[in-house]
Structures are given as C-alpha cells and as structure tokens.
C-alpha cells in the first residue's frame, strides 16, 4: 500500500496504479480470473486487499467473477473486477443484471487484439462499442479511458466515484501499452482525494422503497444485512423491486435509468484539451494512442500548423457537448485508433456535416506512432 505522505514518487506500471486508484477509492473486493494483459491487477490486489482487511478471490472464470463483485456491492462492499477481450465478453450477461439491478462496481477491461483468443500480447482498441452495447437492451453505460499511468490511478478513483454515486457499473478502458508502461507518478495524499460514497437509506426499514429514486433519479442503497429488504431481480421491476410488466411502471423505469446519467453528464463526461484555443485542425484520441497524438500535435505546431488534440476520458455517454464547437470551429479533425473507427463513428454521427472527419486506423497488433498521426495531420 502506498505512503500517505504528500506526493510521493513512484515508479508504476498502468496496472500497478489502477490497483492503487482502486485501494484508494475503498474497494476492498476483488473476484477475477488471470488473463493477459490485465493479470498484474489481480497478482497486486491478492497481496494488497488482505493488507486493508479487503477480499481477494480468484474465479473459475469471468462469468462467476462478475457475478461474485454483484453480490459484494449488494453486500454493501465496493467490489471490481478486471479482465481483457475473451473474459469481458463472458461477463456481459452478468454486467446486464448489475444495469438493471443498479448495482455499483467497476469492471477493468485491458484491451488486446481479437476477436476470440486473437492477439493477447498486442494492443488494440476493438472493445470499445462492446463496452457501450455488449450487454443486450436499451440500457445506459459509462465508459472510461485511460492514456498515461497517472490516469489509470486518477480515473480508476473517479470510476468507482460514478459508481457508488450514481448506482451504475462503470467500465474503465485501459489496453496492453498503457497497462504495462512504466512511469514515473506523484501520487497525491490519500486525504486529499475525494471518495465518493453510495448513499444509504434515511428512512426505517418499514418504509424502505429500493428502487424509488431521490432528486437525481438514484435511489438509496441499503446493504444485505443490514434489516432493509431487497428485493433483486433482472428482470424489470417497480420501486419494491418486484416484477413488473405494467406498461407505466416499466416506462419510468427505463427513464429513470436513463435521466440519472443525463442529469450527471457534467460530472461524468470529462476530456482533456491541448492547444485547442487556435486550432484549426485537431485529433480526437483516447487510451495510448492519445500519447502518440500529443506529440504529433506539438510536432504539427513547430511546423506551422494550428493543431490541437482533445483527448477523450468519457467515451459513453459520447461527449458531444465538447465536441461540437471544435467541429463547428475546425476544418478537419482526426480520429486515430487501433481498431477500424469505432470511435471515429461517433464523431461522425455528430459532426453534421461541420468539418471533415479523417480516420487513421490500425489493426495488424502495432501501435499507432507520433509519426503517423503527424503525417497525417500534415496532409490534412
């Protein structure tokens, strides 16, 4: 566990500091199973968890695993998992239930080639729809990014901030570049950082509703145990938690789910902005390929010219109230990613025609270079 004296250097890996992040943030349960190249974040939290009186469990496998943090988080427990391509897709069954249950955890996903088995040593960016939409139904989901070790530990913090705050599992990004990149980090003073706790019934047991939600649409959690009864199903239910197929009751319910994470996008939907001010073309990147944009963007600039990049923490829900005025004061941006445009496609859908849209793609398992991106800008 890490010094809490003030800004302490390390020297971390991407997992190492998601692991720190997630210790930091109260997560004191953990279920997984090993996979390549997520297996350092469970390796580190077997040995830290028991340290802080926390949980660590090694799975059968990624469908157990997801639903072993469910029960925890029901329990009253901040619980993650994490995973790359294969076992994130055995979990999405599980991570629907926890959509419609509400229940609060974060799920790492450390990107590699695929599909199937594919590339496990080489990174990729080919899960990021499978994030938005992998698990079926009409369901709202957040979805982070991280680009740089120091990410990995600020937004795994700000992961399980959405999740408790908002009753939601969250599902953090990273790939194999950034995962096993070394650098070195201050990490600020534990009591500098702000944890977000979920809220909890302020009412008796008798009167206990578990699914009514407050102003912002979320509803109070009581945990297992504690005398409230909670009623948890999958399938969609009203305010007690009981089945239902009245058409009101399962309208406000898909609302509700829905307005909760609208009525939170300033707080949930974050990016990170460079020499935009004057830009007059720009990138939009996230994930390790954004390290290489900002370098093609300060190598653009010592050409001549007017680049910018915005480097995208949220990729769901999209943030298409930063992007808009970028595309609407641009005359072309470019979307570099290691899978065929999945984000690209985003851009595009809310571009309208503003500026043009340029993809620059890789999938062959190789990183996408500040050379590259910098010749392209050049031709744009």
């Known amino acids: 566990m890490m010094s809490d004296q003030d800004k302490q250097r390390y020297l971390l890996q991407g997992n190492e500091a998601i692991v720190q992040g997630a210790l930091v943030a109260g997560c004191r349960f953990f279920a997984g199973y090993p996979i390549t190249p997520a297996s350092e974040i469970a390796e580190q939290l077997s040995i830290q968890l028991p340290a802080v009186d926390g949980t660590f469990i090694q799975m059968e496998d990624e469908i157990a695993s997801m639903g072993a943090i469910i029960g925890a988080s029901l329990a009253g427990v901040k619980a993650m998992t994490a995973t790359s391509g294969p076992g994130f897709s055995l979990m999405q069954e599980n991570l629907g239930f926890a959509c419609v249950a509400e229940v609060p955890c974060v799920i790492v996903n450390v990107m590699r080639g695929g599909p199937s088995t594919g590339l496990p040593t080489c990174p990729a960016q080919g899960d990021v729809q499978m994030a938005r939409w992998g698990t079926h139904g009409d369901h709202p989901i957040v979805v982070l990014s991280v680009s740089t070790v ?76 504690e005398g409230y009864r909670h009623h948890v199903t999958g399938l969609i239910h009203d305010e007690m938690g009981y089945p239902t197929q009245n058409p009101g009751e399962v309208k406000s319910f898909h609302e509700r789910l829905a307005k909760k994470i609208s009525r939170g996008f300033p707080d949930i939907q974050m990016t990170k902005g460079y020499y935009l001010d004057d830009a007059e073309v720009f990138v939009i990147a996230y994930g390790a390929v954004a390290r290489s944009a900002l370098r093609a963007v300060q190598d653009a600039r010592e050409n001549g010219v007017k680049a910018g990049l915005l480097q995208l923490i949220t990729l769901f829900p999209f943030p298409r109230s930063t992007i808009t005025p970028l595309l609407q004061q641009c005359r072309a941006v470019l979307v570099p990613e290691m899978n065929l445009g999945q984000i690209s496609r985003e851009v595009q859908r809310v571009n309208n025609g503003e500026c043009l849209v340029a993809k620059h793609n890789r999938i062959d398992g190789k990183f996408v270079t500040p050379r590259e991106i910098f010749e392209h800008l050049m031709k744009l």
């Open 150 to 225: 120091m990410d990995s530990f600020t937004i795994t913090v700000k992961a399980f901030n959405i999740a408790e705050k908002y009753r939601v599992p969250v599902i953090l990004l990273s790939d194999e570049v950034v995962a096993h990149t070394r650098e070195c980090v201050e990490l600020p003073d534990v009591n500098e950082i702000k944890v977000v706790d979920r809220i909890t019934p302020s009412v008796p047991p008798d009167w206990y509703k578990p699914y009514e939600g407050d102003a912002r649409g979320v509803p109070p959690m009581a945990a297992f145990g």
